[in-house]
């Protein structure tokens, strides 16, 4: 399939053989172990995050947003353009291979890239504007996992192209707040603008020139961020950094007027509908196609470190569009972190344990029962009634206790008498107490007692 390729030394590279790992060892097959950063997501945990999906997707509706799904595998290129070169996500966090026909492919380590990626090629820019989308799916970074942080995870986003408005900024902002108050989590917004490249390059000059300065006291990371990216080092987790910062110029005092007086509008806006915001003069994100207006969403909580990691974040990309090969569109964005609202959500116990609720219990007894009980399922699911049952189990003493733990108000019990006679026992599962119907009518009598 593939033809060896030569590497830049000029030596002959054997193809992988992806069958090789796979081969048995000596002792037998040995379990296949989850990757570093990956997890299996299993029920009830799953019904958080689908909870936590459906109450952003339920906001975005009603706002007019529209879903969209772009694919988890996208051209590098995509990336390498649209969330910048120099970006940690770019340099150390893409997971990017080579397709067979030569292709560099990258997994998606976020979602706005690809919809602005589709909104140029389904020619959205010829709608009527702005074109406002939202999405859900997993992002993969291959991040050093620790606390909240994977190297599969989930985001929930709206992307709002074709309006610069400010109004737009301020109304993803007021989503963002009114999704986390939706569920039950006290929000609070850290927001800054970074201006239009212009300014910011001006605002990059005086930061490098103020770093110089203080060169010798910056970690080794610190020092290439100086000379690759000096705004990132305002994102610097070194601990030295919080008291350099602190001199540090900032970018609101850098600001053209467009952007000051743009980012004035976002905040009046804001203070409007009254979420609850802090300016954060040192925010500028990791990615680089923001413009002016950016956010993010945190968590009040009592533990500093929950309190310090970001449930979600977004802002203005005015150049995006361009970048990535469409005419000069505006756009703004926001995206969830729908991990961190789950981990929320479930230190509080938002939401109770989930376990399978259903109107009846199908019990049965011996070989007769249990085949008839096969057919009496079907009768009922397709009378819309929920059923629960455990055909594998034989007694009916553990049945029973199945029973009342999906929380059934009424059993069937179905053994070889019942099968003979053309009848069924309905037991009352608080009472105790039990009556024999003609199994033609049970479908009837116990939509009877449901109330159906
Ligand atoms: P970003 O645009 O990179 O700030 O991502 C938006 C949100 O996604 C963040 O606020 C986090 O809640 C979440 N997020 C980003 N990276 C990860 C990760 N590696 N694991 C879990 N959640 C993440």
Redesign the pocket.
């Known amino acids: 399939m593939s033809i060896p390729k030569k590497d830049p030394k000029g030596e002959v590279k054997k193809p992988v053989d992806p069958t090789a790992a796979a081969a048995p060892s000596k002792k037998g097959a040995q379990p296949v172990a989850l990757l570093r950063g990956m997890r299996d997501l299993l029920t009830p945990d799953l019904v958080y995050f689908r909870h936590v999906q459906a109450v952003i997707a339920k906001i975005a509706g009603a706002y007019g947003f529209s879903e969209v799904e772009t694919p988890q595998v996208e051209e590098t290129a995509l990336f390498v353009r649209g969330v910048g070169k120099a970006t940690d996500i770019v340099e150390k966090e893409l997971y990017t291979w080579e397709t067979p026909g030569g292709e560099s492919v990258s997994l998606r380590p976020?979602g706005t890239a690809s919809v602005v990626r589709a909104y140029i090629q389904h020619g959205m820019l010829n709608m009527p504007q702005p074109v406002k989308l939202w999405y859900t799916g997993p992002m993969f970074?291959y991040?050093r996992p620790q606390a909240?942080?994977?190297?599969q995870?989930y985001?929930t986003g709206l992307e709002c192209l074709g309006d610069a408005d400010p109004i737009v900024d301020a109304q993803l902002i007021l989503i963002a707040h009114l999704v986390a108050k939706e569920l039950g989590i006290e929000s609070i917004v850290k927001i800054n603008s970074i201006g239009t490249p212009d300014s910011r390059t001006n605002y990059k000059n005086a930061l490098v020139s103020y770093f110089r300065a203080k060169r010798s006291k910056l970690s080794e990371e610190d020092k290439k961020r100086l000379l690759k990216n000096p705004l990132r080092l305002l994102d610097s987790k070194d601990p030295g950094m919080q008291e350099l910062k602190a001199e540090a110029p900032q970018m609101v005092d850098w600001l053209d007027e467009d952007s000051r007086v743009h980012f004035t509008r976002v905040l009046e806006y804001l203070d409007e509908v009254g979420v609850p915001y802090e300016l954060d003069p040192y925010m500028v994100?990791?990615?680089d196609y923001y413009t002016k207006t950016v956010f993010?969403l945190f968590a009040a909580s009592d533990d500093p470190e929950l309190a310090q990691t970001?449930?979600?974040?977004g802002g203005r990309y005015d150049g995006l569009v361009e970048m990535l090969g469409g005419r000069p569109t505006a756009g703004a964005g926001l995206?969830?972190?729908i991990?961190?609202l789950v981990s929320r959500l479930k230190d509080r116990q938002a939401l109770p344990p989930h376990v399978e609720q259903v109107d009846i219990f199908l019990a049965q007894l011996g070989e007769m029962g249990r085949k008839r009980a096969l057919a009496i399922f079907e009768e009922f699911r397709q009378a819309g009634i929920k059923v629960g049952e455990a055909l594998t189990k034989a007694s009916i003493k553990g049945q029973m206790e199945i029973a009342n733990k999906m929380g059934a108000k009424w059993a069937i019990v179905i053994g070889q008498k019942e099968v003979l006679d053309g009848t069924a026992i309905i037991r009352d599962m608080d009472a105790g107490t039990q009556e024999i119907v003609d199994a033609k009518k049970l479908v009837h009598e116990i939509r009877k007692k449901l109330g159906k």
């Open positions: 976020e970074r991040d909240g942080r994977f190297r995870f985001q994100r990791g990615l993010e970001a449930i979600g974040g995206a969830f972190g991990d961190r």
